[in-house]
Structures are given as C-alpha cells and as structure tokens.
C-alpha cells in the first residue's frame, strides 16, 4: 500500500507543478510567491524526515527558510524527493516499517515515530500543501489539477473500469 500511496503523490506532485507552469507571474505575483513558500516548506519536511528515516544530520534548522528558492529550483527538488522516497519504500523490508525513529524536531523537542508513520505523514503533508496550493492556482485563473487517490487509480489502472455486474 506505501508503494502505491507514495506512487500516487509523486502523480499528483508533477500533475500540480505542471498547473503551476501555467501562472502569470507578474500579474498573479502573491499567489505565485505564496505557492513557492508552500513547495519550500513541503520539501524541507520531506528532506528533514528522510534524513531522519536514513538517520543523517539534520539537514535544515527550520521547516521553512528566509529567502525562497525560484519555482525552477524547487520543482526538481520537488520530483527527486518523490523518487527517493519510492526508493526508501521498494528498499525496506515491510518487517522495518514498524520500527521506531527517535528523532529531534526543528523547535528541539524530541519525537518518535514508527517508519510507516513518518512515511504517512509525509503523503498527508503533501496533501494538505498541494490543497493550498490548489487554492492559489484557483485565485491566479488556473484550473488546479483533479488529484484524488481514486482518480490516480483508475487513471494508471485503466482496467479498474472495465467491470460488469453479475
């Protein structure tokens, strides 16, 4: 099921980057800048989790940071975290996902989390953030891109459709 959900957010990740090709920066500039802080802050949680999961250095101070890397810089880092993430999945033992990270949190207090946890809250990160960031794409004039668990299966799976009642 982890292979799958994580499968799915990196469908939705590059479905919602692509939407915000679409924006008109100058015109649309606070929503833009708003969806920049969103993919931002997303990916530090995502690295500063996965450095824990690998049990590395702490790798930002914060969740966030002062100065705001371009969209150009963020949507790379965006999909090769999505691919590490797949890769850490199809590399642990489902007996591993169990296991207990004990880690400090950014604000210095300490946490525990099983693996699977941390590997939940990074999909439900992911997907409160790319609801506002749907939010912001509405605002600037774009259409923000359908990204249900069920749309993402039966879009890949084109088979799930092809049924009859008995």
Partial sequence: ??????????WSDQRMLDAVQQINQIEFAEQYAFICQQLNHMIIVEDLFRARLLQQHQPHPKTNSAIVPLFEQLAPRLIQSDQDYLLYI??????QFD???HFTFTDQKKGSMQIKEILFHIINHGSYHRGS???????AGIIHPADSYT???????EKRR?????
Avoid: C, G
């Fill in 90 to 95: 199809q590399n642990t033992s489902p007996s």
């Fill in 133 to 139: 960031i749907a939010r912001a794409l509405d605002q």
């Fill in 1 to 10: 099921m982890l292979l799958s959900q994580f499968q799915y957010k990196q």
């Fill in 162 to 166: 092809e049924w009859t009642i008995e």
């Fill in 99 to 101: 296991q207990p990270i």
């Fill in 151 to 157: 749309m993402f299966l039966h879009v890949t799976q």
